[in-house]
């Protein structure tokens, strides 16, 4: 059979059914993502199952835009190949994958994909792809289907007969320029697609992407936070900034004249991955205690519950907030800080250190590339980054999946002498790193003896369970072992411990439920300070991560504007702190002021122009007098 001839060309269609045929095509490429997405309102059903107050043609216009770039993808390639089926089929299948990767978040994280997880792409060689690989299911099978699905393509594209005959080359040649353009354009947020992507038209809960997700499909939500906040960048008012700094300035001045010791401390802050107490789920007797250093530690110093910015993962979100005092609530664009925060100075409590005479240095039993952290690290202004290359070779040891916290701690307590300048030492665990359904290097006994709540049922939500305090109970052994030793040297050492955020179990956490009554989005991990030098007395005080680096500083009689003012503000703002998808907390009208003006503060400090505004909003305190109570002066104004 020749190669152009009617039958193999489908020359015997006519242009209208060519045109009908495509249409079929895409109305169901349309229907078939909204069958695959399952979002509550954009499923076929919402087509006549919507709200009265709702346009009738609203549904159908959120389905046609979750559907868009796959029916772009597959408009081109019908136009570079002629194969109708073949192209439509190929875009349905890039499709299914992403989400299939969604779903996978979602059971983990309970958060869909945001745009900024496609920046791990880039990480997959500094260990990012180990690290996802161990939430693929089945990778051996994943392989063989992906295997068979390429044959399957390759065997389809050669068996079905082109949808246009080879003469239309040019016209197909613009057509298949036009949409793969088009396509482009869409991924990269050029905006006059926001006209169409806009909250206005298709809905939109900023604050919530899961809620995005079942109003506007996962493609839709997608695409909604890519152009509405992918590229945005709302610049700081600088007069409503100064008033603020202007109205906090005696109280600022007042704390920066407190000083330390003659002998400046070392200070040294263990972010513990994942770290949490258990009992607070329902279900465990009473007396029940997981984490008994802890709690024994509690009694020496300053404690309480820590607001952290994320959940079951993002562990870079905490660590950013405790380095730089920032609040990543006042920066929504940004939701892997070191993968999208580039600049050669981020200002924080490592340079602010290092101006005192601190050494500074970090340690973290993974690989120095992951997360970026090894470019973010010379940014915030580090000295020396030791990863899992520089631990000695004897003492590199893994528990489980990834390097002990026994080694980790090791590592920790050699990095500190006893003579010489003082040091600051950032230390980021990884032994409590998910997944948690790997039985790897355990101690199945052990783990089989630790105890549940009552409500956990399901007996891979046991294990997993089971699993993570397993490690989790680990650190809290390392914990007490890095206090006491640090507590017997002479030196006086100031001692930050904390949990970045909860651990990815959410079938757990739904089966057994919180004490308290809240969600698992809006649970926090504990967090300790303990002054070696001080340790007669306990104090409970809940705080948000980027208060640390000021309860810090002011410890140490080392305090500087920017962090004075975040633990000034702090218990009026620490509560409104929670994983981006967790209810939204309210805010009382002195709160939202508050909260606004400390947004454009937080702005300027990003980007170092902060400093200079100092003298004129203490100049500006001068002429407005003495400041009444900082409470009552954001109730009044």
């Not at 489908?10 to 009908?20: D, I, K, P």
């Not at 010489?420 to 006994?445: C, K, M, N, T």
Request: hydrophobic share 45%; charged share 20%.
């Amino acid at each position: 059979m020749a190669p152009d001839s009617p039958l193999r060309t489908g020359g015997e269609l006519s242009s209208g059914a060519r045109v009908a045929l495509l249409v079929l095509l895409a109305v169901a490429f349309v229907l078939l993502t909204a069958l695959l997405d399952g979002g509550q309102e954009v499923v076929p059903a919402s087509l006549w199952a919507h709200p009265a107050w709702m346009p009738w043609w609203n549904a159908p216009l959120r389905m046609v835009c979750n559907a868009l770039p796959g029916l772009l993808l597959a408009g081109a390639l019908l136009a570079w190949t002629r194969r109708a089926g073949w192209s439509f089929a190929l875009a349905f299948g890039l499709q299914a994958i992403l989400y299939g990767v969604n779903a996978i978040k979602v059971s983990n994280l309970a958060i869909p994909l945001m745009p900024a997880d496609f920046r791990l792409l880039g990480q997959l060689g500094a260990g990012a792809g180990e690290l996802l690989s161990g939430y693929l299911p089945h990778i051996v099978l994943l392989v063989v289907a992906l295997l068979v699905a390429i044959a399957i393509l390759v065997f389809w594209f050669r068996i079905e007969p082109p949808l246009f005959p080879r003469r239309s080359g040019p016209a197909r040649a613009g057509v298949a320029v036009v949409l793969f353009a088009a396509l482009a354009t869409l991924i990269a947020a050029v905006p006059f697609w926001r006209g169409l992507y806009s909250p206005s038209l298709l809905g939109m809960q900023p604050w919530s992407p899961m809620a995005t997700r079942q109003h506007d499909g996962m493609i839709g939500a997608l695409l909604l936070f890519h152009l509405q906040y992918g590229t945005q960048h709302r610049k700081a008012n600088v007069e409503d900034a100064l008033a603020l700094m202007a109205r906090y300035q005696p109280r600022v001045a007042a704390s920066m004249q407190a000083t330390g010791s003659a002998q400046k401390p070392d200070i040294v802050v263990i972010l513990s991955e994942s770290f949490f107490d258990p009992t607070t789920m329902k279900g465990y007797p009473p007396g029940t205690d997981l984490t008994p250093n802890l709690h024994r530690l509690e009694q020496y110093g300053t404690s309480g519950w820590l607001h952290v910015p994320t959940f079951g993962g993002g562990t870079i979100r905490t660590e950013f907030e405790v380095l730089t005092g920032l609040s990543l609530r006042y920066f929504p664009q940004v939701q892997f800080p070191y993968l999208q925060i580039h600049q050669k100075r981020i200002p924080g409590i490592v340079r602010t250190l290092a101006r005192d005479g601190y050494e500074t240095l970090a340690v973290h039993g993974n690989s120095p590339g992951f997360w970026n952290r090894t470019e973010a690290f010379k940014e915030l202004g580090f000295d020396k980054f030791i990863s899992i290359g520089d631990f000695p070779p004897s003492d590199d040891a893994t528990d489980g999946k990834y390097m002990s916290d026994k080694a980790f701690t090791d590592e920790v307590l050699r990095q500190l002498p006893d003579s010489g300048p003082p040091r600051f030492v950032l230390g980021i665990s990884i032994e409590a790193h998910g997944p948690y359904d790997q039985d790897y290097g355990i101690d199945i006994e052990a783990r089989n003896a630790i105890p549940v709540p009552k409500g956990v049922t399901d007996h891979e939500a046991k294990r997993e369970l089971q699993n993570y305090i397993y490690h989790m109970q680990h650190a809290d052994q390392q914990l007490g072992r890095l206090v006491d030793a640090l507590a017997k040297r002479n030196r006086r050492t100031l001692i930050v411990f904390f949990g970045d955020h909860l651990p990815a179990l959410v079938p757990a956490f739904q089966e057994a439920g919180f004490r308290n009554g809240d969600g698992f989005l809006e649970q926090t991990p504990p967090y300790l300070l303990i002054d070696t030098a001080h340790m007669q007395q306990a104090t409970r005080r809940n705080a948000a991560a980027w208060e640390l680096p000021g309860m810090l500083l002011a410890q140490a009689g080392l305090q500087e504007p920017w962090f004075a003012l975040t633990e000034l503000v702090g218990p009026e703002l620490a509560p409104l702190t929670r994983a981006p998808d967790a209810p939204t907390a309210p805010e009382t009208p002195a709160q939202k002021k508050l909260d606004e003006g400390m947004r454009n503060v937080a702005d300027l400090r990003l980007h170092d122009r902060l400093d200079a505004l100092w003298p004129k909003a203490a100049a500006m305190a001068a002429r407005s007098g003495p400041l009444k109570d900082a409470k009552a002066v954001t109730a009044g104004n």
